[in-house]
């Protein structure tokens, strides 16, 4: 089993959908929990950082359920440009990432 | 805030050439860099983890004496690949963890643009 699981989509939505993607990790220890969003070519920006139970940004909700080891980004109305490839990153305790494979949202016109 | 650069973005070289790639924190001490390569339509991998004053740390696998990590100052580390073969073609990419408890936290990285390494 890898350490961090992402459904690699695509997902292909509406403009103005909902979408919620998973990333399962397979240590309990883990202490925090990353989602990046990333565009073709380019690298890897800073979306939300999960520690406790949750976070919100605006459009943005990510949450983190320990008990099921898994952490969920949910998009709500979306827009063209949140077409990208999503990366959840999981800090095991000693300041290193390890990745998901990316889930891939094309937001459709 | 939290601003990382990377030189150069891209570069072609020939087989067997060594080629030095830079990755600088602007606005902030990084005592933690990090090393990723990413091959196309995959996640990134973690090469090694470079320390501020100390060696180097790197994954299993990956070739200390090939991939050369240098981190002399608390605002630059530098990545040389040495003797570079085409298979090293890649996206590498830097990022540097903010220490300084910027938001709270200690544990965020920040990313560089990249390179774009292609080995003829």
């Known amino acids: 089993r890898k350490e961090v699981e992402q459904d690699p989509g695509p997902f292909n939505v509406p403009e103005g959908a909902t979408v919620a993607f998973n990333c399962t990790y397979s240590?309990?220890?883990?202490?925090?929990f990353f989602w990046y969003r990333q565009d073709c070519r380019k690298e890897p920006k800073l979306l939300m950082s999960v520690y406790s139970s949750g976070n919100e940004d605006g459009r943005f909700t990510a949450q983190l359920n320990r008990a099921s080891q898994y952490i969920s980004l949910l998009i709500r109305d979306s827009k063209l440009s949140d077409s990208a490839t999503y990366l959840c990153?999981?800090?095991?305790?000693?300041?290193?990432?390890?990745f998901g494979t990316g889930t891939r949202l094309k937001v459709l016109a | 805030g939290a601003v990382v650069s990377q030189h150069p973005s891209w570069v072609i070289c020939k087989s067997g050439t060594s080629v030095k790639i830079e990755c600088r924190s602007l606005?902030?001490?990084?005592?933690?860099m990090f090393w990723y390569r990413q091959f196309p339509k995959q996640s990134l991998m973690l090469m090694a983890t470079s320390n501020e004053g100390s060696k180097a740390t790197y994954e299993q696998g990956v070739e200390k004496d090939k991939f050369l990590i240098n981190h002399a100052s608390l605002t630059l580390s530098t990545l040389t690949v040495t003797s570079a073969h085409p298979e090293d073609s890649s996206f590498y990419i830097c990022?540097?963890?903010?220490?300084?408890?910027?938001?709270?936290?200690?544990?965020?990285?920040?990313f560089g643009p990249g390179t774009r390494l292609t080995v003829l």
């Open positions: 606005d902030f001490q990084a005592t933690t």
């Open positions: 990022s540097a963890r903010d220490s300084s408890g910027r938001g709270g936290r200690t544990d965020t990285q920040y």
């Open positions: 990153a999981v800090n095991s305790g000693t300041y290193k990432y390890i």
């Open positions: 240590n309990s220890a883990s202490q925090s």
